[in-house]
């Protein structure tokens, strides 16, 4: 659709905040209303936003499963040193993400977009919205049902369990535990220990974690090893204003075919590609169009990056073009690069040409071995045509990166958390969605997955988002800061810690101060990391 005029970021905002003050006020007769509470129906906060729906169906069920209670207690209190380790680890990582952000705001992008804090499909953009949506639900249902499972093991009578809905959208679930049976009261004291509580509050945690265990075992284990890469040819880069791109090529694109004929190389690309024009039949968004492609083709390398200072900046030499010539030596290949630039010296001035027919100088630097030194990352052979660049899909060394996370440590465990974001470097574009789209076209189910086709990457998709979502989710709600779990087992941790050298109201009063103190501390970082990327101008 296109507008008579361009809607600006403020006019968003208007249309945003009009659409919330039209939906609270329809949400006005809920709020308070002793009617509407009756039937389970609340609204939350001073402008009704939060729908909660409320029901007593259902605690029979939580009643049977918390039967065999010496069980769920021996779960619980082997989990509860695996939270307070989470605990540790998530709150230095956010508070490094913060250290990081103070000392070099990024630039505003999608990577920081406030849409993207939040772990809501459809409205993050990495998160894919049907196994988003699953994967959420999945969460919500084992995380309440552990705290409902852990409170009557304990004797904590529950209230009531139910959903909250913003806009129509379910956004949480939600157990409700009797909070003075709970936490106690100035009158009551709580009819649970401090080891019990702390139980109940790590169960949600818990059972997060031993459900993303389990679908991560699974999704790196049978099902990444029944997946094998397929030789495809990928669209890499497409030059702006460019014949390609008037054609309607974009970056991601799989070749299928190339007048007729089906396309697994970049030998068999440029072959098709000799006569100046070729019709190629493309798969993009899962679906298959046909474009025509048109320009004199030629091989080379593509350059992944450029080094900062290096000869290659000075010289100008964008990112993402293809190298073809070296001093008027056509480049075949990655081989053949390395044998040209293996003739080169440190000062030495070389001519370098891209696919597009544009030329650098380039004066070399030295490097080990004493061959000349240009300053280019190279991602590998490349084909170029009407400002089109083709690469073969490096689908086997994905899989390999795949592979390696689970057995890289810490470092794996990290990098894990951040994949759908970072996606695979050299390979997606924007995150990793998880098997779909494109990249279904690049590999294919073998062994015991073979018979079940395209199907089995609903498979991988499924238990990547159960299990990821849940890892998250958990590691989230380990942070030390009332309301979330993390900030009650904490204060019973501090608290307990401080009755062993000081009474007990002494302990309360210090404990209070901590608590509140470290709230604090977890709700400035994640207001720093979603406001730094708009003070990055301050930094310049």
């Known amino acids: ?86 605990m540790g680890y998530f709150l230095i990582l956010v508070l490094l993400m913060t250290y990081l952000m103070i000392q070099e705001p990024p630039q505003p992008s999608s990577y920081n977009a406030p849409r993207n804090i939040l772990l809501i499909p459809g409205l993050n953009e990495y998160i894919p919205f049907v196994w988003g ?3 959420l639900f999945v969460t919500m249902v084992v995380h309440e049902f552990a705290h409902g499972i852990l409170s009557r093991v304990e004797g904590v009578r529950v209230k009531s369990m139910g959903i909250v809905a913003l806009f ?91 007048n007729g004929k089906e396309v697994r190389s970049l030998e068999e690309l440029y072959s098709d590609l000799d ?8 798969l993009y968004n899962d679906k298959e169009e046909s474009l025509q492609l048109s320009g004199e083709a030629g091989r080379g390398i593509m350059v992944a990056s450029i080094f900062e200072d290096s000869p290659a900046a000075a010289a100008g030499l964008p990112a993402r073009s293809t190298i073809t010539r070296i001093d008027g030596v056509e480049i075949v290949n990655l081989e053949g ?28 630097t030295s490097k080990a071995g004493g061959a000349g030194f240009i300053g280019i990352g190279i991602s590998g052979d490349a084909v170029y045509a009407g400002g089109v660049a083709f690469q073969e899909a490096p689908a086997k060394q994905f899989l390999q990166v795949l592979k390696a996370i689970p057995g890289s440590g810490l470092q794996g465990f990290t990098y894990l958390l951040s994949l759908p974001f970072a996606g695979i ?71 307990a810690g401080f009755e062993r050298v000081v009474n007990a109201r002494r302990a309360e009063k210090l404990t209070r101060t901590v608590v509140a103190l470290l709230a604090w501390l977890v709700l400035t ?8 990327p708009f003070t990055h101008w301050l930094s310049l």
């Not at 006569?275 to 493309?282: D, I």
């Not at 696919?355 to 380039?362: A, D, F």
């Not at 970082?525 to 730094?532: D, T």
Request: charged fraction near 15%.
């Open 168 to 258: 129509i959208a379910p956004i949480a679930a939600f157990v409700e535990p009797d909070e003075e049976e709970l936490f106690g009261s100035k009158d009551k004291p709580a009819i649970v220990t401090k080891g019990a509580r702390i139980r109940i509050l790590s169960a949600g945690v818990i059972s997060n974690f031993i459900v993303a265990a389990i679908a991560m075992a699974l999704f790196f284990g049978p099902v990444i090893g029944s997946i094998s890469p397929v030789d495809k040819v990928i669209v890499v880069d497409v030059q702006d204003d460019s014949v390609g791109s008037i054609a309607g090529f974009e970056s991601s694109m799989v070749l299928l075919e190339a």
């Open 1 to 86: 659709m296109n507008l008579p005029f361009q809607l600006t970021t403020i006019d968003w905002l208007l249309i945003a905040a009009a659409f919330i003050g039209l939906y609270s006020i329809l949400l006005l007769p809920l709020h308070n209303s002793e009617r509407w509470s009756k039937r389970g129906i609340t609204v939350w906060g001073p402008i009704p936003l939060a729908i909660f729906l409320r029901t007593t169906r259902g605690l029979k069920l939580l009643d049977r499963l918390s039967r065999p209670k010496r069980f769920w207690r021996i779960v619980a209190s082997a989990g509860v040193p695996l939270v307070i380790l989470s």
């Open 275 to 282: 006569s100046g024009s070729a019709q190629v039949k493309v």
């Open 337 to 364: 690069f390395k044998n040209q630039m293996n003739t080169t010296r440190p000062g030495q001035t070389i001519a370098i040409t891209t696919g597009e027919g544009k030329s650098y100088q380039v004066s070399l």
């Open 425 to 495: 470097p050299g390979f997606t574009q924007k995150g990793f969605p998880g098997f779909s789209g494109w990249l279904t076209a690049v590999f294919e189910p073998s062994g015991w997955a073979e018979p079940l086709g395209g199907k089995f990457f609903w498979i991988a998709n499924l238990l990547l988002w159960v299990g990821w979502i849940n890892l998250y989710a958990g590691l989230f709600n380990c942070l030390p800061a009332v309301p979330l779990d993390g900030g009650h087992i904490f204060r019973d941790l501090v608290q």
């Open 133 to 135: 949506w699953i994967a």
């Open 525 to 532: 970082s994640l207001l720093i990391s979603i406001m730094a």
